[in-house]
């Protein structure tokens, strides 16, 4: 059964603490996103990476970083958590090209809790 | 930049009637993706719908997009518990396929026994 694995289901870490989210999918995907949930703000893209080393900007990136040095494997950043980063972070990845039938598949998600 | 509307917000429902959650695009969508999540985890694929029309099942579940491809729809029929949890559409943001998907802020779905 193909994976999108997210290294903690839950967090919870102190303000100003450097925070590491992993992410590895088994797919050979060349897609790779991290999104975060909050209520009422639904889904948004912090970062998303269409290939090893490469990385772009989403819609809320900051306060966060990406590393992605391998294709299975694209990792979150948090420089140094706030409260405000307290959320639900889901990562997903997807085939290049053209999205045909499945769009994304989803990891189960980390809750983060900073204190 | 293309936004996606979903409607209800929430919903409750007596098991074992239909209902029906909407998804209204400001854009052509070039691909919709139906998603499910159950609280506190990730979204599982449902379905995905790509030509104006198109309709598609998965058991008593129906997404259809209409012929202006600006609107979705997801039926559920008989509802039971099991189908409890909150419904995401999600589209393509360009026609050329960008792989960015854009969501809607979902629908918080009930199922009362």
């Known amino acids: 059964d193909v994976k999108v694995t997210q290294s903690s289901r839950y967090l919870v870490k102190r303000t100003g603490e450097k925070v590491f989210l992993e992410c590895v999918q088994d797919?050979?995907?060349?897609?790779m996103f991290w999104y975060r949930q909050d209520p009422g703000l639904g889904l948004r893209l912090i970062y998303f990476s269409y290939d090893v080393k490469m990385k772009e900007k989403g819609d809320i990136p900051e306060g966060y970083s990406v590393s992605r040095e391998k294709k299975e494997r694209f990792s979150l950043i948090l420089e140094s958590a706030s409260t405000n980063q307290t959320s639900m972070y889901l990562c997903?990845?997807?085939?290049?090209?053209?999205?045909?039938?499945?769009?994304?598949?989803f990891g189960s998600g980390t809750r983060l809790t900073v204190v | 930049s293309q936004e996606l509307e979903q409607s209800p917000q929430s919903l409750i429902v007596q098991e074992g009637k239909n209902l029906t959650i909407n998804c209204t695009s400001s854009?052509?969508?070039?691909?919709l993706y139906w998603y499910k999540q159950k609280y506190g985890e990730g979204l599982i694929f449902l379905m995905m719908l790509q030509k104006g029309g198109e309709e598609k099942s998965h058991e008593k579940i129906t997404a259809k997009l209409d012929e202006k491809k600006q609107q979705s729809s997801l039926h559920i029929t008989a509802s039971q518990p099991s189908h409890a949890g909150i419904y995401l559409c999600?589209?393509?943001?360009?026609?050329?396929?960008?792989?960015?998907?854009?969501f809607g802020k979902g629908t918080k779905l009930t199922v009362n026994p």
């Open positions: 997903a990845s997807s085939f290049g090209g053209p999205t045909v039938n499945y769009g994304y598949t």
């Open positions: 999600g589209a393509d943001s360009s026609r050329g396929g960008s792989e960015k998907l854009v």
């Open positions: 797919m050979d995907h060349e897609n």
């Open positions: 854009k052509t969508l070039y691909g």
